[in-house]
């Protein structure tokens, strides 16, 4: 069965700190790893990845994906409150066409 | 463009009592789906559609009905409402197929059954 798990499930750190978010999975026939931030609203796309080893970056944000142990992590550097959200991982496979998502992982900044 | 779009925003229902979550979609996209999120749990799909006249089902299709009848609309159908059903229900596009592209996402309807 497919599976995409994430952790920490939540982590509350303060302003400025440096934080690593993780996502592993086991699928079979990987297409792609995408990350998405969810306020308290819709998720809102943050990457898209698949290849290994290249990292993708936006700002404070960058993540990078491992297919050989197959994870991906995601980076938050001088974390702001506005960071506050949860973010969720979703894997897609080759030869389907559905998104399997994670639990999310709950992140809060304190000021 | 409008984007995704969904109504209503909000709905309380009685057990048994049926009704359709509509989804639109103006960016002419092929790929629609359907998920439902519940507290502490990420999203999960319930049915998803490739193009016009085509759907499949997702990891809990039961007691939702789907079709596809024009690019645009996709709605969820609940044939007779349960409090399990309450839920918050995403619905969202892509341009193509799955995996090559974001999936953009509606604003939610939030479900309540009593």
């Known amino acids: 069965e497919d599976k995409v798990v994430q952790s920490p499930l939540s982590l509350v750190v303060h302003e400025g700190d440096t934080v690593t978010l993780n996502c592993s999975y086991e699928?079979?026939?990987?297409?792609?790893l995408l990350w998405y931030k969810q306020e308290k609203k819709a998720p809102t796309f943050l990457f898209m990845l698949?290849?290994?080893?290249i990292e993708k970056k936006s700002g404070r944000l960058s993540s990078i994906l491992d297919k050989k142990e197959l994870f991906s992590i995601l980076n938050i550097t001088a974390t702001q409150t506005g960071d506050s959200a949860v973010y969720l991982c979703?894997?897609?496979?080759?030869?389907?066409?559905?998104?399997?998502f994670g639990t999310g992982t709950r992140l809060k900044v304190l000021a | 463009n409008a984007g995704v779009t969904q109504t209503p925003k909000f709905q309380v229902l009685k057990t048994g009592q049926s009704m359709t979550l509509q989804c639109a979609q103006d960016?002419?996209?092929?790929?629609m789906s359907w998920y439902r999120q519940d507290p502490g749990m990420g999203l999960r799909l319930i049915h998803y559609?490739?193009?016009?006249?085509?759907?499949d089902q997702g990891e809990v299709p039961n007691g939702y009905n789907v079709s596809r009848s024009t690019t645009e609309d996709f709605p969820l159908r609940l044939l007779s409402a349960a409090p399990s059903q309450t839920s918050v229900y995403f619905c969202?596009?892509?341009?193509?197929?799955?995996?090559?592209?974001?999936?953009?996402f509606g604003p939610g309807t939030r479900l309540t059954v009593l």
């Open positions: 698949t290849s290994s080893g």
């Open positions: 559609s490739v193009g016009a006249g085509i759907t």
């Open positions: 969202a596009s892509s341009p193509r197929l799955a995996g090559y592209n974001e999936q953009f």
């Open positions: 960016m002419n996209h092929e790929y």
């Open positions: 699928v079979t026939n990987f297409r792609s």
């Open positions: 979703a894997v897609v496979t080759s030869g389907t066409y559905k998104y399997i």
